[in-house]
T-cell receptor, first 109, second 114 residues
Framework: RKEVEQDPGPFNVPEGATVAFNCTYSNSASQSFFWYRQDCRKEPKLLMSVYSSGNEDGRFTAQLNRASQYISLLIRDSKLSDSATYLCVCLSGTYKYIFGTGTRLKVLA | DAGITQSPRHKVTETGTPVTLRCHQTENHRYMYWYRQDPGHGLRLIHYSYGVKDTDKGEVSDGYSVSRSKTEDFLLTLESATSSQTSVYFC?????????????FGQGTRLTVV
């Protein structure tokens, strides 16, 4: 079983739609959580950190459920430019980042 | 964008030859990492460094060595390249003792071993 699991997708959604991704993690010692965005043939870029209380950044909302060990990302009012792969990342200790294999999102015109 | 530069950006090399990839940062971050990314596997840690001359192995370290003689530079060496090392290599940095511990990535190096 992978330490961080994501549905690979692709999620094909029309512009303006709301889409949600979930990610589960197995290491209960994980302390910090992140969502990264990766465009084709580019490096991962930090989208947002995920806090226990949940956090929002514009159209993006991230939530953490420690009891069930999952993280979610909600994207409202999808734009064509949101098309990318979204990586769920857990950090255990000071250096051990565990990456999910990513969820592909395609926003259709 | 975080100041991380990888070189070269692309390289084709022959099996059995040594290859060195360079990562240079201008952020003075303590931690530096080398990952490889392959389809179906996500990002996997090769080696990491927690200070000058302080390095340790990651989950896929066989066939790779690293060196960090200065805070800003982290080198990854493939002693004798094999076709299984064809991949995209990403360097990352973090300063985990502050903030939430976000990692920032270089633009990647596409390595093809023929």
């Amino acid at each position: 079983r992978k330490e961080v699991e994501q549905d690979p997708g692709p999620f094909n959604v029309p512009e303006g739609a709301t889409v949600a991704f979930n990610c589960t993690y197995s290491n209960s010692a994980s302390q910090s959580f992140f969502w990264y965005r990766q465009d084709c043939r580019k490096e991962p870029k930090l989208l947002m950190s995920v806090y226990s209380s949940g956090n929002e950044d514009g159209r993006f909302t991230a939530q953490l459920n420690r009891a069930s060990q999952y993280i979610s990302l909600l994207i409202r009012d999808s734009k064509l430019s949101d098309s990318a792969t979204y990586l769920c990342v857990c950090l255990s200790g000071t250096y051990k980042y565990i990456f999910g294999t990513g969820t592909r999102l395609k926003v259709l015109a | 964008d975080a100041g991380i530069t990888q070189s070269p950006r692309h390289k084709v090399t022959e099996t059995g030859t040594p290859v060195t990839l360079r990562c240079h940062q201008t952020e003075n971050h303590r931690y530096m990492y080398w990952y490889r990314q392959d389809p179906g596997h996500g990002l996997r840690l090769i080696h990491y460094s927690y200070g000058v001359k302080d390095t340790d192995k990651g989950e896929v370290s066989d066939g790779y060595s690293v060196s960090r003689s200065k805070t800003e530079d982290f080198l990854l060496t493939l002693e004798s390249a094999t076709s299984s090392q064809t991949s995209v290599y990403f360097c990352a940095i973090s300063e985990s003792l502050q903030g939430a511990g976000e990692a920032f990535f270089g633009q990647g190096t596409r390595l093809t071993v023929v």
